[in-house]
C-alpha cells in the first residue's frame, strides 16, 4: 500500500497561508498584535480539515482512525515547522526590531532571547496542530453507534 504524500503537499500548503498572512500584517505594521494570531489558527484549521477530508477520501474504505489522526498530525507539524524556520529567518535576518517590539508588550523581567521565541511559536503551532486534529477527527471517525432493530425484540413481544 503506498503512502499518502497529503501531509507533506498541504502541510506546505497551510505554511505558504501562514507565511502570506504574517507578510500581509508585517507590511500594515500590525505584525506584533497578538489578536491577528487568531488569523493563524483559521489558516491551520482549514488547511487540516481539507487535508483531512480528502485524506478520508483518498483511503475510502481502508480509513482508519489512528491513521486519519497521524495524516492530521503530520500535516500541522509539517506546516509547523516550515513556518518556525521561516519565522526564525524573519526575526532574525528580514526585520531584527520585531522582537523589541513584540517584547514591549509583555511586562517581562525575564531576558527573552530569539531561541525562546521562536521556541514558544513552534510550541504554539504544534499545541494548535494537537487540539484541532482531535477535533476534526470527531468529524471523520465511524460512529459506533447501533442502528435500531426495525422488529421488536422478544422481550417487547
Not at 502570506?20 to 487540516?48: D, E, M, R
Not at 506546516?79 to 532574525?92: D, G, S
Amino acid at each position: 500500500m503506498k503512502k499518502s504524500t497529503l501531509p507533506v503537499i498541504y502541510g506546505i500548503v497551510i505554511a505558504i497561508g501562514l507565511i502570506v498572512y504574517f507578510s500581509l500584517l508585517s507590511l500594515v505594521g500590525v505584525q506584533t498584535n497578538p489578536v491577528f494570531s487568531l488569523g493563524n489558527g483559521f489558516i491551520v484549521a482549514f488547511g487540516l480539515y481539507t487535508a483531512m477530508k480528502k485524506y478520508k477520501k483518498e483511503k475510502g474504505s481502508d480509513y482508519e482512525y489512528q491513521k486519519g489522526f497521524m495524516a492530521g498530525l503530520f500535516t500541522g507539524f509539517n506546516a509547523t515547522l516550515i513556518f518556525t524556520i521561516f519565522f526564525a529567518i524573519y526575526v532574525t535576518h528580514i526585520n531584527t526590531d520585531f522582537l523589541p517590539e513584540m517584547l514591549a508588550n509583555w511586562s517581562s523581567h525575564y531576558h527573552v532571547g530569539v531561541g525562546i521565541v521562536v521556541f514558544i511559536a513552534a510550541i504554539m503551532g504544534f499545541a494548535t496542530t494537537f487540539v484541532l486534529t482531535l477535533s476534526f477527527m470527531q468529524l471523520f471517525k465511524e460512529s459506533w453507534n447501533q442502528t435500531k432493530n426495525t422488529k421488536a425484540s422478544p422481550v417487547e413481544a
